[in-house]
């Protein structure tokens, strides 16, 4: 691997002009110092500011204000804010060039080619000074910044109160949003609003700007500090809202110490911030020594049934992790190639309210009617392993004091990736307070937010927990993804949005725009455990099941659309069984790449992703549209040159229809190279899969 770092050559005129067009806007201020750093290709450019001693930053690309003059700070408990007061005491430039690879993931190699500058600030006219580093790093698709307090005399334990960050955005972009703070967490349905409009909202917030310049807000690295919302604030202007403990501080920190990257990801067209890996470069390589245990695969399990009504996750009569419905899954699972079975209510617990407070979970003790021994046996004699599950109900305590025999348990039963589950409302996951605070109510447990300090520690903790016993993870309602995945890549995926699971008795369906919108917003932030594959669609079959909004081939192109390293076939098995034509192409599709492109991209409307096998010379497409109908053309340009290709195409049937005959479709092959145009008809709520099964070229033969 090439790691080159230079020293900063000098900005190009373009870089000059930008920050001049900035300046320009500004109102002018006794005393300004001005740094500047610009992406490698010279386009996108920050300038950094000390405005009468208040830090500030403000971006722009190729001349063009994307984000104005902006505060940086943050405001400390028992102590000055830092905010303030500042001269610049040392700036530092350098540049970097690299390609890494990825363990897995959506191409194998990632250039990381930025610009860095680091401003060192120091407090000035006071009796103890304190230090704090800016650290900005501009690639060509966008920006990273973040906070550093280094070590120093004057700031050692210190607690963040709130960030002063600003984003105030340089005209009324269109967003793309879903609440903060809510009951939910994640789970709702995007909506689209200007910024002018938007009151609490997460990230990734996805934006066009008048001149159709497409944003991405979010955060890289999010480690030992609160997760960030965004607070509107007026005009056009967002600003970082730290999720707090339930004391109202947002951060416990000692220095040395950093925030997480503050990220902006800038690109001419919807599907470059798909294509960009920006988050994933601003975290840290891969810690863990040996990764030959960490392998993208494909499930299926006791769970859907559950979602259906059908069975239940409780113990009874109708239990549905029973030895005999397990071991009909791991037939089924062994029949058709898929790597695990997850098993969902296995263990004691789940009878009453679980999601009460889950103090009820043991995560070593299976129901009676489940023979875990023999199930695992039976299931690794036929090369299928069992996906664990920790549903906790929120109750993290319990199951912190239960995670090492948890492990353990799994270990040696030869699981090798567990699913973890925290439903719990808003606020409510439970936390004792320490022996010796004096609780500002007389209780002695507090709520606290998923997303808040003391959660991302606790999900990094349990991730290094399952790396040392190399276990897989997946996590339902998680920390929003931040890129962490790089570091530890046995965190293979998780939910942070509302899923396939929404499409069930309970959910209320998610409608027809969410799937086009999702991988433009939540997604960018990375892999999502969505659970694609279903087949009974109109609602017809066994479960009382809502009619889900979505043909079977739109079911089949979300396998190549939502990105995840463990992807699941989350219908029933007889549901597969009464289609094994499409049901083919669900056992056919990787899940590790070696290369993405997107071919078309419409949020909200429409999007075509093609993605080519890590594991073999086939490419593979998935297109996807909302209520409209459409007709469409892919260029087949992203093939191999110099190769022919077997299209196997899946698509929908010309009279089909989500709301009237969703399950038509039909299975074409075609000889396609290159240079072929391949025609893409959708229907109303439809999609297209395609398998390109590479023919061996002339050097090969
Ligand atoms: C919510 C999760 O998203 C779902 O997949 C799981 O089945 C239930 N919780 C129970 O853990």
Redesign the pocket.
């Known amino acids: 691997m090439k790691y080159a770092t230079k020293a900063f050559r000098s900005p190009t005129a373009l870089v000059l002009l930008a920050g001049l067009a900035l300046r320009a806007s500004l109102p002018l201020f006794s005393h300004a110092q001005t740094e500047t750093v610009s992406s490698p290709d010279g386009t996108i450019s920050v300038v950094f500011e000390l405005a009468d001693s208040v830090p500030t930053y403000a971006v722009s690309r190729a001349g063009v204000a994307i984000i104005e003059r902006s505060r940086l700070g943050v405001v400390l408990r028992n102590a000055a804010p830092l905010t303030s007061g500042f001269s610049v005491a040392g700036v530092a430039r350098s540049e970097h060039n690299d390609v890494w690879e990825q363990v897995w993931g959506e191409t194998a190699q990632i250039r990381d080619h930025h610009r860095e500058m680091r401003i060192t600030l120091e407090e000035t006219g006071v009796q103890n000074p304190r230090t704090m580093v800016l650290r900005f790093r501009v690639f060509d698709d966008g920006v990273g910044f973040r906070y550093e307090w280094p070590s120093q005399p004057y700031l050692d334990e210190f607690v963040v109160e709130e960030e002063v960050t600003e984003f105030s955005f340089a005209q009324d972009n269109t967003s793309w949003w879903i609440p903060a703070f809510e009951h939910q967490r994640y789970e709702y349905l995007y909506a689209r609003d200007p910024v002018s409009r938007l009151g609490r909202v997460h990230t990734p917030l996805t934006m066009v700007t008048p001149d159709g310049l497409y944003l991405s807000l979010h955060e890289a690295a999010l480690t030992d500090y609160a997760s960030m919302a965004l607070q509107h604030t007026g005009g056009t202007t967002l600003r970082a809202e730290l999720v707090p403990w339930s004391d109202g501080a947002a951060v416990f920190a000692e220095a040395p110490h950093v925030s997480p990257w503050r990220t902006i990801q800038i690109a001419d067209e919807p599907g470059e911030l798909i294509a960009s890996y920006l988050v994933l470069n601003l975290n840290e390589p891969n810690k863990l020594d040996d990764t030959s245990w960490i392998q993208p695969g494909k499930y299926v399990g006791v769970?859907w049934e559950?979602?259906l009504g059908i069975s239940s996750?409780g113990s009874g009569e109708t239990h549905g992790a029973t030895t005999e419905n397990v071991k009909r899954y791991i037939d089924f699972a062994a029949a058709h190639g898929f790597d695990g079975v997850l098993v969902?209510g296995w263990n004691t617990g789940w009878d009453g309210d679980w999601a009460g407070d889950g103090e009820d979970f043991s995560f070593t003790e299976a129901h009676p009617d489940f023979d875990m021994e023999y199930l695992s046996r039976y299931a690794g004699e036929r090369g299928v392993y069992i996906i664990g599950?920790h549903?906790n109900g929120g109750g993290v305590e319990n199951y912190a004091r239960q995670l090492e025999g948890a492990l353990d348990y799994y270990a040696q039963r030869g699981v090798r990736a567990v699913?973890s589950?925290y439903?719990e409302w808003g606020q409510d996951i439970k936390r004792t307070l320490p022996a010796n605070t004096v609780p500002t109510s007389q209780q002695r447990r507090v709520g606290e937010w998923h997303h808040g300090q003391f959660m991302v520690e606790h999900y990094r903790h349990v991730l290094q927990r399952m790396a040392d016993h190399k276990i897989m993870l997946n996590v339902?309602?998680p920390i929003k993804p931040t890129g962490i995945r790089r570091t530890y890549p046995n965190m293979m995926t998780r939910?942070g949005a509302r899923?396939q699971?929404y499409n069930s008795t309970w959910g209320g369906g998610n409608g027809l725009d969410h799937n086009v919108t999702l991988p433009f917003t939540r997604l960018l932030a990375g892999p999502m455990d969505f659970?694609p594959g279903t087949f009974d669609l109109d609602g017809e079959g066994p479960g009382p099941q809502n009619a889900v909004e979505s043909t079977l081939a739109h079911q089949l192109a979300l396998y190549v659309v939502m990105y995840s390293p463990l992807q699941m076939a989350s219908d029933l098995p007889e549901n597969y069984e009464s289609h094994p034509e499409a049901f083919q192409f669900i056992k056919d599709v990787p899940v590790d790449w070696s290369d993405t492109r997107v071919v078309h991209a419409r949020i909200g409307d429409f999007v075509t992703i093609a993605r080519k096998d890590r594991n073999s010379e086939d490419w593979y497409l998935g297109g996807i549209t909302d209520g409209q109908p459409r007709t469409l053309v892919a260029s087949l340009d992203f093939l191999d040159a110099g190769r022919t290709y077997t299209a196997e195409i899946y698509a929908d049937a010309v009279d089909a229809n989500w709301e009237t005959n969703p399950e038509a479709y039909t299975i074409a092959r075609q000889t396609v190279d290159a240079s072929t145009a391949l025609p893409m008809k959708l229907a109303p709520g439809g999609g297209i899969a395609v398998r390109f099964v590479a023919t061996a070229n002339e050097a090969e033969e």
Do not use: A, D, S
Request: charged letters at 40%; glycine letters at 12%; aromatic letters at 12%.
């Open positions: 769970w559950m979602h996750w969902e599950h549903e699913k589950g439903v339902h309602e939910e899923g699971e659970t």
